[in-house]
Nanobody
Framework: EVQLVESGGRLVQAGGSLRLSCAAS????????IGWFRQAPGKEREGVGC????????YVEDSLEGRFTISKDNAKNTMYLQMDSLNAEDSAVYYC?????????????????WGQGTQVTVSS
């Protein structure tokens, strides 16, 4: 059974940093692409970035590149999202997902497996 569990979300001040984790079970990162998404209140879900299963390369949406970094630890079967220089617009529930296209995340419609999400709130 595929399971994804996000953690690390919390309240952080603007300009600060945060690292989210996504612990995966039931598959390995060689099996499926994995991605990060976020959804703010009243807004559509949007893709943040992903890691390809074919070669392990990471991709971050252009608008977030330079502030957000995606990485993984195969031994721990865990994916990370490092977020720097956070601002209020980054406040959202952050989800990890598996088995979908990478890149071309769109809103994640093509991803099959989802975690429960973790809340990130950036205070200005």
């Amino acid at each position: 059974e595929v399971q994804l569990v996000e953690s690390g979300g919390r309240l952080v001040q603007a300009g600060g940093s945060l690292r989210l984790s996504c612990a995966a079970s039931g598959f390995t990162f060689d099996d499926y692409p994995i991605g990060w998404f976020r959804q703010a209140p009243g807004k559509e879900r949007e893709g943040v970035g992903c890691i390809r299963s074919s070669d392990g390369s990471a991709y971050v949406e252009d608008s977030l590149e330079g502030r957000f970094t995606i990485s993984k630890d195969n031994a721990k079967n865990t994916m990370y999202l490092q977020m720097d220089s956070l601002n209020a617009e980054d406040s959202a529930v952050y989800y990890c997902a598996a088995d979908g296209p990478c890149p071309n995340l769109w809103s994640g419609e093509d991803y099959d497996y989802w975690g429960q999400g973790t809340q990130v709130t950036v205070s200005s």
